[in-house]
């Protein structure tokens, strides 16, 4: 470039003079100075121009070579999956072959080992049955030797017999003969006699069996189960008050309108009625429920009440004479016995409604009758007025199945009746088959399951005995059964017995009780253990 300037301006300068030279140099010098810095700016601007276009050629290359190598990587990917999968397959088709083997195997050990546990099983049996077998054959071993024991006694006894019969006479062994006869004819006879007495005993006993078990049979009944205790069950525990009225004049007019005694007392919601007659009983409980109804307690109505309900009781004891009349196909008899029948319907024994057992003893000594060739009309008579006294006990002396002969024998029954009546409990002889009949139906209709409730007698036993389970535990202080026996309450000591050992001891004896007692309905058992801490100040 240089070259290019110098030769641009050597000939303006040889030919130009010296001043016009000088100017001109100098122009030409700042020319060359400024084409010099342009050509300089120009180089660095293409060169920057360049650089430029290199950077975004390069920039394109390595976004290039980006997405080349994202195309790659993807690639590498899928084909590394597609890999993995088929080798997966592979080793499952290797290991599938291999699992069949193995569970075919655990299924061959598991057979080995049930054959196993069963040929054990096996020789356990035969090793016991074995053993048994020893001990048998040790005890026929044993038997065996005492038999041969007994045999050579027995030789031994023989052989002095017979040295005793060759010492003896013709006479002698006669009569030692005869006299051996005799003692045998003599016990041969006995026990001929004694077979045939219990032959005759045993056929009495499987003809009387065959009898009462016929007629129980072809008599169905329900069971019993109704409570002897009258109450009336209060809608509040005001209506006491009510019932009391002022200075107790309610409750007196209504126990001298009834003649029975009403007990109030701390239980909620109860009144009790307590009376000898039961007819008292019903009318008093029906007219108190009549008055709990009406809700107007005073003397004027309570008089009003109970004479209202008399007349329904008295309609409903010839009706109840009447239905049992009806039921057992009974005619003849006086409307006076009639009515007396009814009121037993509110008589109970031990629980067993009276007119329900007379009705059910008609049936069974009818039945009785029948299998016997007699008359069932007149078993059935008997059996329904057998207990007809118990309606009239409680106010005339003396044992109701006399009291029930006379009433009968006042109103014309038969001398056979009057006399199975009385003799049904042993009062007098009898004097005919059928009083036997009635004496053997009153006790079928008495003693089957469900007919009467337990004695007095047997109900304290099963309390003393609740108590006495409940006592037998160590640690126990008291127990009292309660609720009618329903629940019994123990008492422990607390330095004895921890809550956690007393509530073991309230299962304990539950369980107890259970195994050991008979009970209807359920029994709760209540341990109490608390510690009092008591001081006194002076």
Do not use: W
Request: contains cysteine.
């Amino acid at each position: 470039m240089q070259v290019d300037i110098q030769s641009a301006l050597l000939p303006g300068i040889i030919g130009a003079p010296i001043g016009t030279m000088q100017v001109d140099l100098t122009l030409a010098l700042l020319m060359g100075v400024i084409g010099a810095l342009l050509g300089y700016l120009a180089g660095i601007i293409m060169s920057r121009i360049r650089a430029t276009a290199a950077e975004v050629n390069a920039e394109k290359i390595i976004a290039n070579a980006n997405r080349e190598a994202e195309v790659i990587r993807k690639d590498a990917s899928v084909e590394a999956k597609d890999t993995v999968i088929r080798v997966r397959e592979v080793f499952e088709e290797k290991t599938s072959d291999k699992r069949k083997e193995l569970s075919a195997l655990e299924d061959r050990i598991s057979a080995r080992e049930a054959n196993l546990e069963r040929k054990v099983s096996m020789i356990e049996k035969k090793e016991d049955s074995i053993d048994a077998r020893i001990a048998e054959i040790e005890e026929r071993k044993q038997e065996n030797l005492d038999r041969e024991k007994k045999l050579e006694q027995l030789n031994t006894e023989q052989r002095s017999m017979l040295q005793q019969v060759a010492s003896m006479t013709e006479n002698q062994a006669r009569q030692t003969l005869l006299s051996e006869l005799e003692v045998d004819l003599a016990h041969d006879s006995a026990r001929l006699v004694r077979h045939a007495q219990d032959r005759a005993k045993e056929d009495a006993e499987k003809n009387a069996r065959k009898v009462i078990a016929t007629a129980i049979e072809r008599y169905a009944a329900d069971q019993v189960g109704e409570t002897t205790t009258c109450s009336v069950v209060l809608p509040n525990d005001e209506m006491k008050g009510r019932i009391i009225g002022r200075e107790g004049r309610n409750i007196r007019s209504l126990e001298a309108a009834v003649g029975v005694n009403i007990l109030i007392d701390d239980t909620p919601e109860i009144v009790v009625i307590s009376g000898f007659d039961p007819l008292r009983r019903e009318i008093a409980r029906r007219s108190l429920e009549a008055l709990i109804n009406d809700g107007r307690i005073h003397p004027a109505r309570i008089e009003e009440i109970v004479s209202k309900t008399e007349a329904e009781v008295d309609l409903l004891v010839r009706q109840a004479g009447d239905d049992a009349n009806y039921e057992l196909k009974l005619a003849g008899l006086a409307p006076e016995i009639t009515c007396t029948l009814g009121r037993l319907k509110f008589r109970y024994s031990y629980g067993q409604n009276v007119l329900s057992h007379s009705v059910e003893m008609g049936h069974i000594m009818g039945m009785m009758a029948s299998e016997l060739g007699l008359d069932p009309v007149v078993g059935r008579r008997i059996g329904l007025l057998h207990d007809i006294g118990k309606a009239l006990d409680h106010s005339i002396e003396g044992s109701h199945a006399i009291i029930g002969a006379d009433l009968i024998r006042k109103h014309g029954e038969s001398g056979t009746v009057v006399n199975a009546v009385a003799a049904h409990h042993n009062d007098v002889e009898p004097e005919s088959i059928y009083a036997i009949l009635t004496k053997a139906a009153d006790a079928i209709t008495a003693s089957r399951p469900g007919a009467r409730s337990e004695t007095t007698d047997l109900y304290i036993q099963r309390l003393e005995k609740l108590e006495r389970i409940a006592n037998s535990f160590s640690g126990v202080d008291k127990s009292y059964a309660i609720q009618a026996g329903r629940e019994v309450r123990v008492i422990v000591a607390p330095k004895k017995i921890s809550d956690g050992e007393a509530a073991q001891m309230a299962r304990n004896i539950c369980k107890q009780v259970e195994s050991e007692l008979e009970y209807p309905g359920q029994i709760k058992v209540t341990v109490v253990r608390e510690t009092r801490c008591v001081e006194y100040a002076r």
